[in-house]
């Protein structure tokens, strides 16, 4: 028997308590022998839950506890986390978690303190909740040189995105409609404004470049500008929005964002719609793969946690390698990445320097129109730098919008 203790018993931590007592039969089998959920620890009380029977307050019980192997981290955020985690580890303890937050800031420092206690830190939850991409990034693609990663990586924003797309509504009422239905939190910010995708993203590309890349140094932009306008002239290019996370390899370096993209159906990740996310991962040999499936949610989420405890249990006293060291990775300067820009502003009519404008700022540009959009002039640059586009941009007054194109 293999004795595991869960760390918060909220969303996902129940979730992992369900899974393995749920799916025990199925675990033992694939693990060889039983897994058993020794302690849960939380805050709170459980009245009426069988959880209360093993349901502590203290830390350090798990901790001492010799009999516990595994630890399933669901408690969210930096800290406690990363101090639990950091001595579970040097305890030679191995610990499972979903927590991006941890893993994209710490992850590199925790990874180097398993291994050098034979343990192990996974963290296949952390990215795409119930979407394994962790796993086949270490170890089923490893014959080749990854060149690009570019995913829809957040379940909320692109249940308001798709939301907006098919019913025209605005972005303050779908918001709305996502917090009643539990899709989006009280406090929405850091799924609108991309700051979850952008350590989702940080932690993939650290993965593939193997060193720490960090999520501050990567530019990000959220969904909170994108109106019900934007939509009309996305329908007019057949076309949709969806908020991405980005890594492409150029000339040796990865270039990271995080951004609204307008992308046509030819593009897979056009298809995702609602909760769902979806990840594509270009290699030089293997060419492009997805993988899709629920981002975020108690059931999948949980069930990525778990497939992270079996792992760890079939490698007990033996590291699983990782390659992501703690030096810093450099990639590439946003200013120097290149799109195309959908550009929309108010129309002055027939003014000629307005006309000419464009044309000095973008050189030939591809004009959009769109049904009942009326006193706009909207069109497509040229692939062009950021910094230039941003540069050129200024010449303009009454800009309603920008998005980036990525076809």
């Not at 370096?253 to 995702?272: C, D, G, R, T």
């Not at 464009?358 to 030939?364: L, M, N, Q, S, T």
């Not at 069109?379 to 230039?388: A, G, K, L």
């Amino acid at each position: 028997m293999v004795n595991v203790a869960v760390l918060g018993y909220g969303t996902v931590g129940s979730g992992v308590v369900e899974v393995l007592n749920t799916n025990k039969e199925i675990i033992k089998r694939n693990v060889g022998e039983e897994l058993k959920v020794k302690y849960v620890l939380d805050l709170r009380e459980f009245e009426g839950d069988p959880v209360q029977e093993i349901l502590v307050h203290d830390y350090d019980v798990i901790l001492k506890d010799k009999d516990v192997k595994i630890i399933a981290e669901a408690m969210g955020g930096e800290e406690p986390a990363y101090t639990f985690t950091k001595n579970a580890l040097l305890a030679g303890k191995s610990v499972c978690t979903s927590n991006k937050e941890l893993v994209a800031k710490h992850g590199a420092e925790l990874l180097e303190v398993a291994k050098a206690n034979n343990a192990n830190y996974l963290f296949e939850a952390s990215v795409g909740g119930g979407i394994p991409i962790i796993r086949p990034l270490n170890d089923c693609i490893t014959a080749d040189e990854i060149t690009e990663i570019s995913g829809i990586l957040n379940g909320t924003t692109n249940y308001i995105l798709t939301e907006m797309s098919e019913k025209g509504a605005a972005f303050d009422d779908v918001l709305k409609e996502a917090q009643d239905k539990g899709y989006a939190e009280r406090n929405p910010e850091a799924d609108v404004e991309g700051y979850d995708a952008c350590r989702k993203i940080a932690i993939l590309t650290s993965l593939v470049t193997g060193a720490q890349v960090d999520f501050e140094d990567i530019h990000t932009e959220g969904i909170t500008k994108i109106t019900d306008v934007d939509f009309k002239y996305a329908k007019a290019m057949k076309a949709s929005i969806k908020l991405l996370g980005i890594s492409r390899k150029i000339d040796g370096k990865f270039y990271s964002m995080v951004a609204p993209f307008l992308i046509k159906e030819n593009n897979p990740l056009y298809h995702v719609s609602g909760v769902f996310n979806g990840i594509l991962v270009h290699g030089n040999m293997v060419d492009d793969l997805m993988f899709y499936g629920r981002g975020a949610g108690k059931r999948p989420t949980a069930s990525a946690v778990v497939s992270d405890v079996v792992d760890a249990a079939k490698n007990l006293g033996k590291h699983i390698p990782v390659e992501w060291n703690r030096s810093k990775s450099e990639i590439g300067k946003f200013e120097e990445c290149k799109s195309r820009f959908f550009v929309r502003m108010k129309d002055k009519g027939l003014d000629d320097d307005q006309m000419m404008t464009i044309i000095e700022a973008f050189g030939d540009v591809l004009y959009v129109k769109a049904e009942g959009v009326v006193d706009e002039l909207a069109f497509i640059t040229n692939e062009i730098r950021e910094d230039d586009f941003s540069e050129h941009l200024k010449k303009f007054e009454d800009v309603y919008s920008v998005i980036r194109v990525d076809f």
